[in-house]
């Protein structure tokens, strides 16, 4: 039984449990970076669970696609709300240029939903730095 748990691996392919499979896997090798001084445990925890909450802020696959889809359907439903003589264009360019609309509206939240997970990827390297520092050190170690 003893054989088997130490061969168990996590199924779940996120940046945190990457580097902590990476540390429990290979801590006895040599060559393998060890921990500095100022790092525990615990706070390279703390880092790893923030960083990997930035990295999830983001939302899922399904969600993005959903938020895809709302944006897209948003400019048309306000469209739709007014009479076809008092919209800027003829015929089918309205719902060409609302799924612009709706396309652009899309870009725009992508582009911020990156900046803010950047920014939390920035907060938590600034905030714990020997761990980052680490981090790096265990994730370049071949």
Excluded at 93 to 120: E, P
Aim: net charge negative; proline share 4%; with cysteine.
């Amino acid at each position: 039984m003893k054989d088997l748990e130490e061969q168990y691996v996590t199924v779940l392919d996120d940046f945190q449990h990457t580097v902590e499979n990476k540390i429990r896997n290979h801590m006895d090798e040599a060559g393998f970076p060890q921990m500095p001084a100022g790092v525990d445990a615990e706070s390279l925890s703390d880092y790893l669970f923030d960083y990997q909450a930035a990295l999830d802020s983001e939302g899922t696959e399904r969600s993005r696609y959903t938020v895809a889809g709302i944006l897209l359907c948003l400019p048309i439903l306000v469209m739709s709300a007014f009479p076809d003589s008092s919209l800027p264009f003829k015929g089918v360019w309205n719902v060409l240029a609302a799924i612009a609309v709706g396309l652009v509206l899309f870009l725009v939240y992508r582009i911020l939903m990156k900046a803010l997970v950047r920014r939390r990827i920035r907060r938590a390297g600034r905030d714990y730095p020997e761990e980052k520092a680490y981090v790096d050190r265990v994730l370049a170690f071949k």
